[in-house]
């Protein structure tokens, strides 16, 4: 895989004691997976999914989410291995995770299915997580849990649930949502996505969730490069490191560790970081971080390894004023917006619509005030951005639940497929 690092400043100047947040470091790391031939060894497709059978299910939803798992089961091979698991406040288990050597039967158990009682997710993810590991699959293992609801039996909690996804991304098991309708909690299952390093997704009407559960399956088939962590240490020229990203990420031996999912051949993944300035004592070259990138080809199951080191030139005080590199700074303002929409539909789960108005004007304001300085290749990437904002403060104009709760979900939701689709377009 490639690795490529840029600064958003070909110069700093760290001679000065005074250094503020402005002096700060700004990198683009940008990983990209080679174009491969086709496989010669057939690369297994590892689902379990977890599907809300809870009473608020009834009718269309339930129905549209089982006609799309079984238009995936057709698509998937005596290779592969499926399982079903579904909860109210109880968790059954109506396909365990075992080759697809049995569509019919497996399609049979899904439709099968029926809505009743309440929603104890908690149960039904943990099942579904423990079913993944049980196949202990070197190739991976995504569970995609699908719910309409709040969860109102169990453990409740974003971070402790969001937690848990993450223990098990270490042993290749990944976890995606998808919210159907406008009552399901987004604040639980957008943690549970970004913490599992899956895919979080919005289906405000029940004939979408087909759509939804087609894009995240047919992702998984297309994988080759597995379990890609991205592990940064910090140099002696900085003081600590910030991800931008909402990658999952967690602190190492002076540096952070972000695990970036899986990889499709000729797939980019973009990484924004912000270093603390530390005064420099000479002009020179001072040493940034080091960046390592560790993943498993699925194709033969072997490690691999790339890593590189980054470098700063401090300016001394007659140096000419440093040069910006206008795509680096393009992409550290995309993803600061990106922080405001997110912490503007936070705010209107905690029904604070003043407070999610003032990030999104906050965050219109920064594309605005950019938008002259983007490259042409990103300029429309900043229009649709400007007018998907414009459009929820628009709703959260009119002020009624309905309006609050589509711009809560769909912005949630936005985040996770802009991120997907930047990374794609990227890489063309």
């Not at 490639?2 to 760290?14: A, G, I, K, V």
């Not at 993803?335 to 905690?350: C, D, G, I, P, T």
Request: a neutral charge.
């Amino acid at each position: 895989m490639e690795l490529n690092t840029r600064l958003d400043r070909d110069r700093f100047s760290w001679m000065s004691r005074d250094l503020t947040s402005a002096d700060h470091a700004s990198l683009l790391i940008e990983v990209t997976a080679p174009a491969l031939p086709q496989p010669t060894t057939t690369v297994a497709t590892n689902l379990v999914v977890v599907l809300d059978r809870s009473g608020s299910m009834g009718g269309g939803r339930l129905a549209h989410a089982q006609q799309a798992l079984c238009d995936i089961v057709d698509r998937l091979t005596p290779h592969d291995t499926f399982g079903l698991v579904t909860f109210d406040t109880k968790v059954e288990l109506p396909v365990p995770a075992c080759p697809v050597r049995d569509p019919e039967a497996i399609k049979r158990a899904i439709r099968g299915v029926t809505a009743r009682g309440g929603t104890d997710l908690a149960s039904g993810l943990v099942r579904g997580l423990k079913e993944a590991r049980r196949l202990e699959a070197e190739t991976g293992v995504r569970v995609l849990l699908v719910s309409d609801g709040h969860a109102n039996s169990g453990v409740t909690d974003p971070v402790v649930l969001g937690n848990r996804t993450g223990e098990y991304v270490e042993h290749r098991i990944t976890t995606s949502t998808l919210g159907m309708g406008l009552g399901y909690d987004e604040a639980l299952l957008g943690a549970i996505a970004r913490q599992g390093s899956g895919n979080e997704h919005f289906a405000e009407e029940a004939d979408t969730a087909a759509g939804a559960i087609g894009t995240e399956c047919g992702e998984l088939l297309g994988q080759r490069f597995l379990s890609v962590r991205l592990s940064v240490t910090c140099g002696h020229g900085v003081e600590g490191v910030k991800v931008l990203n909402e990658y999952a990420a967690h602190p190492i031996n002076e540096g952070i560790a972000l695990e970036l999912g899986n990889f499709a051949a000729e797939q980019t993944k973009s990484v924004v970081l912000q270093f603390g300035a530390r005064t420099a004592p000479k002009p020179g070259r001072r040493k940034i971080a080091t960046v390592r990138l560790a993943w498993v080809l699925a194709d033969d199951l072997s490690d691999q390894s790339a890593q590189t080191t980054v470098w700063a030139k401090i300016a001394g005080h007659a140096d000419k004023p440093a040069r910006i590199d206008r795509d680096v700074a393009a992409e550290v303002v995309f993803q600061v917006v990106q922080r405001r929409k997110r912490r503007a539909s936070e705010a209107l789960m905690h029904c604070d619509v003043e407070s999610a108005k003032h990030r999104y004007q906050q965050a219109l304001r920064s594309l605005q005030k950019h938008l002259p300085k983007v490259p042409a290749e990103r300029r429309h990437e900043f229009e649709h951005d400007i007018a998907f904002v414009k459009d929820a403060l628009l709703r959260l104009e009119r002020d009624t639940h309905e309006d609050r709760m589509f711009v809560s979900k769909s912005m949630s939701a936005n985040l996770s497929a802009m991120s997907r689709t930047r990374d794609r377009r990227r890489s063309g």
